[in-house]
C-alpha cells in the first residue's frame, strides 16, 4: 500500500486537540494538582541549570557591593582622620590655653598676695638676647604704656628683672642673672640682708660680702628688701643652693638659684607704686645701680 498521498489531520484539527488536551492538563493542576509531582521533578533537575545561570549576577552583585563597602570604609577612614586631627590641633590650643590661664592666675595672685597696694600690668616675651653673655629679653610694652626706666618686672614665681631700655611699644628688661645687676636682698628665715648678683650664663647669683658668721643655710628664701628703691619689699628672688666657708676667710662663699627661672616666662608683670602710676624718671641715675645703693 503506497502512504505517499495518506494525508495527515488536518492542523487545525491536530491544534484544537492540543488546545483541549492541555486545557485539560490546566483543570486537572487547577482542581486536583495533579502536575505537583512532575513539577517538583522538573525543579530539582532545573536547580544546576539556574545555579549556573545565576553565578555571573550573584558574583557581579559580591563584587559590586564589596566595592562599594571598601569605598565607604576608605571615605569613612579619611573623614575619621581629619575628624581626628582636627580635635588633635583643638586640643593642642585648648591645653596652650589652658596653661597660659594657669600662668596668667599665677601672675595675679602673686601681685595680690605680696603687695596689693601695687598698679601693674601685664607684657609678654617677646625676644630674647641671642648672646649668652647678656641677660636681656625684649618685652611689648613700652613708654606708649607708662613704662619706664629701672621699673620693676616680676613673674609668678618672683622677681624677674628691671628695665634698662624703653622703646615706645617695647622696652628691654635686664634679668636679675645678668653679671651687671645686683639686688638687695633678706633671708626670709634670720632676717640676714644681702646682695644679690647675677652670674651671668650660668643664671645662678651670688651673694658677696656676706659674712662668715652670718646665719644663711641651704634652702633659706631670700626676699626683696625693699632697700634698694626700685623693687618693693617682700617678692621672693632665690633659693639659697650653697654655702661654702674657706678655712680662715672673712666672707662665705654664698650661691642662689632664681625662683623665676627666666628662662621660662612667658608672661610678665610691671609693678608701678600705687601713689603715682609712672614715676618721675632721672636721667642721670642708673636704673640698675639704684637698686643697690642703699646697702
Same mark, same amino acid.
Given at each position: 500500500?503506497?502512504?505517499?498521498?495518506?494525508?495527515?489531520?488536518?492542523?487545525?484539527?491536530?491544534?484544537?486537540?492540543?488546545?483541549?488536551?492541555?486545557?485539560?492538563?490546566?483543570?486537572?493542576?487547577?482542581?486536583?494538582?495533579?502536575?505537583?509531582?512532575?513539577?517538583?521533578?522538573?525543579?530539582?533537575?532545573? /536547580? $544546576? *541549570?539556574?545555579?549556573? @545561570?545565576?553565578?555571573?549576577? #550573584?558574583?557581579? &552583585?559580591?563584587?559590586?557591593?564589596?566595592?562599594?563597602?571598601?569605598?565607604?570604609?576608605?571615605?569613612?577612614?579619611?573623614?575619621?582622620?581629619?575628624?581626628?586631627?582636627?580635635?588633635?590641633?583643638?586640643?593642642?590650643?585648648?591645653?596652650?590655653?589652658?596653661?597660659?590661664?594657669?600662668?596668667?592666675?599665677?601672675?595675679?595672685?602673686?601681685?595680690?598676695?605680696?603687695?596689693?597696694?601695687?598698679?601693674?600690668?601685664?607684657?609678654?616675651?617677646?625676644?630674647?638676647?641671642?648672646?649668652?653673655?647678656?641677660?636681656?629679653?625684649?618685652?611689648?610694652?613700652?613708654?606708649?604704656?607708662?613704662?619706664?626706666?629701672? /621699673? $620693676? *618686672?616680676?613673674?609668678? @614665681?618672683?622677681?624677674?628683672? #628691671?628695665?634698662? &631700655?624703653?622703646?615706645?611699644?617695647?622696652?628691654?628688661?635686664?634679668?636679675?642673672?645678668?653679671?651687671?645687676?645686683?639686688?638687695?636682698?633678706?633671708?626670709?628665715?634670720?632676717?640676714?640682708?644681702?646682695?644679690?648678683?647675677?652670674?651671668?650664663?650660668?643664671?645662678?647669683?651670688?651673694?658677696?660680702?656676706?659674712?662668715?658668721?652670718?646665719?644663711?643655710?641651704?634652702?633659706?628664701?631670700?626676699?626683696?628688701?625693699?632697700?634698694?628703691?626700685?623693687?618693693?619689699?617682700?617678692?621672693?628672688?632665690?633659693?639659697?643652693?650653697?654655702?661654702?666657708?674657706?678655712?680662715?676667710?672673712?666672707?662665705?662663699?654664698?650661691?642662689? *638659684?632664681?625662683?623665676?627661672?627666666?628662662?621660662?616666662? #612667658?608672661?610678665?608683670?610691671?609693678?608701678?607704686?600705687?601713689?603715682?602710676?609712672?614715676?618721675?624718671?632721672?636721667?642721670?641715675?642708673?636704673?640698675?645701680?639704684?637698686?643697690?645703693?642703699?646697702?
Amino acid at each position: 500500500m503506497n502512504t505517499l498521498f495518506i494525508q495527515a489531520p488536518a492542523i487545525t484539527l491536530r491544534f484544537l486537540m492540543l488546545l483541549l488536551f492541555s486545557a485539560a492538563i490546566l483543570i486537572a493542576d487547577h482542581r486536583y494538582r495533579a502536575l505537583e509531582t512532575p513539577r517538583g521533578w522538573l525543579l530539582t533537575m532545573m /536547580q $544546576p *541549570v539556574q545555579a549556573i @545561570a545565576d553565578w555571573p549576577a #550573584q558574583r557581579w &552583585h559580591r563584587w559590586s557591593a564589596a566595592v562599594a563597602a571598601r569605598t565607604h570604609l576608605l571615605e569613612e577612614n579619611q573623614r575619621l582622620r581629619e575628624t581626628n586631627h582636627q580635635l588633635a590641633i583643638e586640643h593642642q590650643r585648648f591645653s596652650t590655653l589652658q596653661a597660659e590661664n594657669r600662668r596668667l592666675n599665677e601672675l595675679l595672685q602673686s601681685v595680690s598676695v605680696s603687695n596689693p597696694a601695687m598698679s601693674y600690668q601685664l607684657a609678654r616675651v617677646v625676644q630674647v638676647s641671642l648672646d649668652p653673655h647678656i641677660q636681656q629679653v625684649q618685652i611689648n610694652s613700652g613708654s606708649a604704656q607708662g613704662v619706664f626706666l629701672g /621699673q $620693676p *618686672v616680676i613673674s609668678s @614665681a618672683g622677681v624677674f628683672g #628691671q628695665v634698662v &631700655h624703653v622703646a615706645v611699644n617695647s622696652a628691654q628688661v635686664l634679668l636679675l642673672t645678668d653679671i651687671s645687676h645686683a639686688l638687695p636682698v633678706v633671708n626670709q628665715r634670720s632676717g640676714q640682708r644681702a646682695i644679690a648678683r647675677g652670674e651671668g650664663p650660668s643664671g645662678l647669683l651670688r651673694m658677696p660680702f656676706l659674712a662668715a658668721h652670718a646665719d644663711v643655710q641651704p634652702g633659706d628664701l631670700w626676699l626683696t628688701s625693699g632697700l634698694g628703691k626700685t623693687f618693693p619689699a617682700g617678692y621672693p628672688v632665690a633659693r639659697l643652693k650653697a654655702v661654702v666657708i674657706p678655712p680662715g676667710a672673712e666672707f662665705a662663699e654664698v650661691v642662689a *638659684v632664681p625662683v623665676a627661672q627666666p628662662e621660662k616666662v #612667658q608672661e610678665v608683670l610691671l609693678l608701678w607704686p600705687a601713689a603715682n602710676h609712672a614715676p618721675e624718671e632721672h636721667p642721670d641715675e642708673n636704673p640698675v645701680e639704684a637698686a643697690v645703693i642703699d646697702e
